[in-house]
């Protein structure tokens, strides 16, 4: 049986950045959660799920195309808060930012080039850059008394350039999700 590839495109986050954000698990001791290592932070564009070799292939060919057409922009983070936006329990803490123009155009680019070759489910939400900081452990939420439940809400005032995409695969271990960047793509 061939080996599958849990995929994704990500954008990595630049080191000072990653930093930056790493600090909210010190401001956050109380919410009961499973915070993500420094190295795996970063920002999905598209996931794919479990590919084959072949298609592993083509979606780093293709990315390498697509990403040849667009220039470096940036990326702004505005806040810290509970995701998705309204979900009770939440399922993660994240660090959100504006939703850019070049963002939404590169990840609908690399879905119309991608969705022939890889057949993959399309997010039919509204795309919002987000940063997992941490992932809510369920069970312990619903244990704290709905009116001590830790708040969780603040503003960010961070932003980075875009340089690369990155295809990345995900090894699901022990200790959490392992990320391998598999191929790098510079923008212009």
């Keep these: 049986m061939q080996k599958r590839h849990r995929t994704f495109i990500a954008i990595n986050l630049p080191p000072d950045t990653k930093k930056r954000l790493v600090n909210f698990e010190k401001k956050y001791t109380n919410v009961p959660a ?18 084959t070799d072949e298609e592993l292939a083509e979606v780093c060919r293709i990315t390498g195309e697509v990403a040849k057409s667009y220039n470096q922009f940036n990326v702004v983070l505005d806040k ?12 993660y803490i994240w660090a959100g930012g504006e939703t850019s123009e070049e963002l939404v155009n590169l990840k609908k680019d690399l879905e119309n080039a991608l969705f022939e070759s890889v057949k993959f489910k399309i997010d039919k939400n509204i795309f919002t850059p987000h940063i997992t900081l941490a992932r809510i452990k369920e069970f312990e939420w619903r244990r704290i008394e709905p009116e001590e439940r830790p708040e969780v ?23 959490g999700p392992q990320y391998t960047v598999v191929e790098s793509h510079q923008l212009q």
Excluded: C, Q
Excluded at 153 to 175: N, W
């Design 153 to 175: 809400g603040e503003e960010l005032d961070s932003s980075f350039t875009v340089e690369s995409i990155e295809v990345m695969e995900s090894e699901l271990k022990r200790g």
């Design 80 to 91: 810290v808060a509970y995701g998705p936006v309204g979900k009770i329990p939440p399922r």
């Design 34 to 51: 499973r915070w993500t290592e420094i190295d795996n932070l970063h920002i999905t564009v598209l996931f794919f799920g479990d590919l």
